[in-house]
Nanobody
Framework: QLQLVESGGGLVQPGGSLRLSCAASGVTLRSRAVGWFGQAPGKEREGVSCIARSGHSTYYADSVKGRFTISRDDAKNTVYLHVNSLKPEDTAVYYC??????????????????WGRGTQVTVSS
């Protein structure tokens, strides 16, 4: 059974950092594109970052460029999102998602077939 489990969220002060993890079972993440999406209260789920199957192509939303970094550990079958210089507007539930047959990076939720349940990130002083 395919399962994605996010972890690493929490309450952090502005300017702080976290490492979000997306651990997979039932699927090999290096065979898929993997995306991170954020959903703030009352807003649509938005693509934040993704890493293509190749591992060499990545995408970042303009709002997080230079602050967030996506990486993949094939040995641990885990994708990470390193989030730095956090701002209050980064507060959201962050979801990871794995693609079905689409292997390139995409910021569209429609490109992803499998989803985790999310991890809450709250940025507040």
């Amino acid at each position: 059974q395919l399962q994605l489990v996010e972890s690493g969220g929490g309450l952090v002060q502005p300017g702080g950092s976290l490492r979000l993890s997306c651990a997979a079972s039932g699927v090999t993440l290096r065979s898929r594109a993997v995306g991170w999406f954020g959903q703030a209260p009352g807003k649509e789920r938005e693509g934040v970052s993704c890493i293509a199957r190749s591992g060499h192509s990545t995408y970042y939303a303009d709002s997080v460029k230079g602050r967030f970094t996506i990486s993949r550990d094939d040995a641990k079958n885990t994708v990470y999102l390193h989030v730095n210089s956090l701002k209050p507007e980064d507060t959201a539930v962050y979801y990871c998602a794995a693609s079905g047959t689409y292997l390139a990076c995409s910021d569209s939720a429609a490109a992803y077939a499998y989803w985790g349940r999310g991890t809450q990130v709250t940025v507040s002083s």
